[in-house]
């Protein structure tokens, strides 16, 4: 996308952004934990259920701990120009706590089964407090899609 771009006004950048989550896919998933030198910034595939985004991790894994210990988490979908932007809380999800309908939706739309491997894995359910969308400079303005856990408009 380029700054030629024209901007978009609210509902239609809220029915995109809203697309972008649906479609699923890959995340930049950022946490941080209690140690310095703690942020930390991992691709992960997801899914969207309309209200929420669920993620698997290996449960050792700095993600894991840091999701498990605080549940704070940024998520970055798409790219810097067009880029939609979670900010939530993570729930610890165990294997067996997922349904197998759920579990068996998350592999099948991100062509990853983390019950298929023997790393013991975590789901991680995000509950998105702010979201935001912009396709670069000229799309600053409004870009708060959802403050506080509220959608500020609706589609």
């Known amino acids: 996308m380029s700054g030629a771009e024209p901007v978009r006004p609210g509902e ?3 029915r995109e952004a809203l697309g972008r989550l649906e479609e699923g896919g890959d995340a930049w998933v950022a946490t941080a934990g209690e140690e310095p030198g703690a942020p930390y910034l991992v691709p992960l595939s997801f899914i969207w259920d309309g209200t929420t985004v669920l993620i698997a991790t290996p449960e050792g894994s700095r993600t894991g701990r840091n ?16 880029v939609v932007l979670v900010e939530g809380t993570a729930d610890t999800v165990a294997p067996p706590d997922l349904s197998e309908e759920e579990a068996d939706l998350f592999a099948t739309r991100t062509g990853f089964d983390p019950r298929q491997l023997s790393t013991p894995y975590l789901y991680f359910r995000i509950r998105p407090a702010r979201i935001q969308s912009w396709r670069g400079g000229t799309e600053l303005d409004g870009r708060e899609l959802m403050s506080n856990g509220t959608w500020l408009m609706t589609d």
């Open 67 to 82: 999701l498990a210990a605080n549940g704070s988490v940024r998520l970055g979908v798409g790219e810097t120009r067009d």
């Open 12 to 14: 239609p950048r809220l």
